[in-house]
Structure formats: structure tokens, C-alpha cells
């Protein structure tokens, strides 16, 4: 793939394959980590790690406006564990995604996924 990986349209699947790593996209292109950088921050305007990132929370969230379950859904995006995948989740888009869950499925939201007051007293 070396000779044609610059003129890669969908990186997507390419994204998938590689489970999500900047590492093994490289590997897949045949190219250094350090190449693959300059052309996704050229090209993409940011850093491969982070439009994986992206990418990954833009597949999780469409996982579960379809449906699935959470942990069905980080166990679908290479997540060895679920709490990674919802820490993950809620640093990127501000909510657990068991409230987003019920969002789509139109449910309350849970109590454990909303913030606390900060003036709530501990103990």
C-alpha cells in the first residue's frame, strides 16, 4: 500500500483494521508514524491519534442511536473493557454512554450518569 496511501479518501476502514491504532495504521500504509502524522495534520488538520479518536466516538455514538447496547458497543470499537470505553466516551462527548442509550431509546436518564451538585454533601 505504500505507493498509493497518500491518495486514501475513506481512512475509516482503514481506522477499523488497524483496531483503532496509530501504530498499526502505519504498519497498514507501510509508512512511519512520523509520515503518517505530517499527512493527517496536513490533510485531516490534526493529529492521527486524535482523529481516531474522533472517528471511534463518531462510530460509538451512531452504535447507539442504532441500539446497541454499551457494552456491546465498546466490545464492537475494540474496547477491552467497558468503563475504558465509557470513561473515554464521556471525555469526548460530556455524558456516559448509557445516558446517551436511553437518550435515543427516549427513557429517563439515570441517576448515576448525571453530575452532582457540587454543593452536595459528601458522605
Request: glycine fraction near 4%; charged fraction near 25%.
Amino acid at each position: 500500500m505504500k505507493a498509493n496511501w497518500r491518495t486514501i479518501q475513506d481512512w475509516l476502514p482503514l481506522a477499523r483494521q488497524a483496531g483503532w491504532s496509530v501504530q498499526k495504521l502505519a504498519a497498514l500504509c507501510k509508512v512511519p508514524r512520523r509520515t503518517l502524522h505530517r499527512h493527517f495534520v496536513n490533510t485531516q488538520g490534526m493529529a492521527p491519534k486524535a482523529w481516531l479518536a474522533k472517528q471511534r466516538q463518531k462510530q460509538a455514538i451512531e452504535l447507539l442511536r442504532d441500539g446497541t447496547p454499551a457494552k456491546e458497543a465498546a466490545s464492537l470499537l475494540g474496547y477491552q473493557h467497558p468503563s475504558t470505553f465509557a470513561r473515554e466516551f464521556k471525555k469526548h462527548s460530556g455524558q456516559c454512554p448509557h445516558a446517551l442509550e436511553l437518550q435515543f431509546q427516549k427513557r429517563p436518564l439515570a441517576e448515576a450518569c448525571l453530575p452532582k451538585p457540587a454543593n452536595e454533601p459528601k458522605g
